[in-house]
């Protein structure tokens, strides 16, 4: 990102706060994620927002964490209809019906373990990738464990505000499939 304003960062800052708090809401599920950053608003770079959202990130609670995990849908399987979470997890799109079953296996493994989806960082990650991430991650501390998603949530977060305020923003339309 430059450090200057582009014409999506001065849309977001001047949206309306009800529609600032949807778009908000599509990057991160976390109600007081999407708050923090619109009472930060305006933003004078696009760098200042994601200094901010990795400052709320930092400080949200376990409670915050799963409102933000509850809006991913499994690896392998993204929400039907929705570009970003197909775009997200493309490296599963290609994968062998046995990589697929595998994957869905060592998801419900890991949603029992910690009672939450697997969530990592999936963009430009290979399916193989992403299998080989789930069953390192499986035998981690429950505490261990949150601060890692906490991490690939940021980075989540930090991909999507990227689109949001410099292609999606920018044209005035909703982001496509890329």
Not at 8 to 34: I, K, M, P, Y
Not at 70 to 77: E, F, L, S, V, Y
Request: hydrophobic residues 40%; charged residues 25%; glycine residues 8%.
């Amino acid at each position: 990102m430059t450090s200057s304003s582009t014409p999506g960062l001065t849309r977001f800052n001047t949206l309306a706060d009800g529609e600032a708090t949807a778009v908000l809401h599509e990057v991160c599920a976390s109600g007081t994620w999407g708050n923090s950053l619109l009472a930060g608003r305006p933003y004078a770079t696009a760098e200042a927002l994601l200094t901010a959202s990795d400052a709320v990130m930092a400080r949200l609670d376990a409670t915050d964490l799963a409102e933000a995990m509850a809006g991913h849908p499994p690896i392998g399987r993204p929400k039907p209809g929705d570009p970003t979470s197909s775009r997200e997890q493309r490296g599963m799109a290609g994968a062998s019906e046995e990589l697929k079953t595998e994957m869905l296996e060592l998801n419900l493994a890991y949603q029992e373990r910690f009672g939450h989806v697997f969530l990592i960082c999936a963009t430009g990650a290979t399916g193989e990738q992403m299998r080989e991430a789930v069953k390192s991650r499986i035998g981690n501390a429950p505490e261990q464990e949150q601060e890692i998603v906490r991490t690939e949530l940021g980075k989540i977060n930090r991909i999507r505000l990227t689109r949001l305020v410099t292609e999606a923003l920018a044209e005035g339309a909703p982001a496509q499939d890329s």
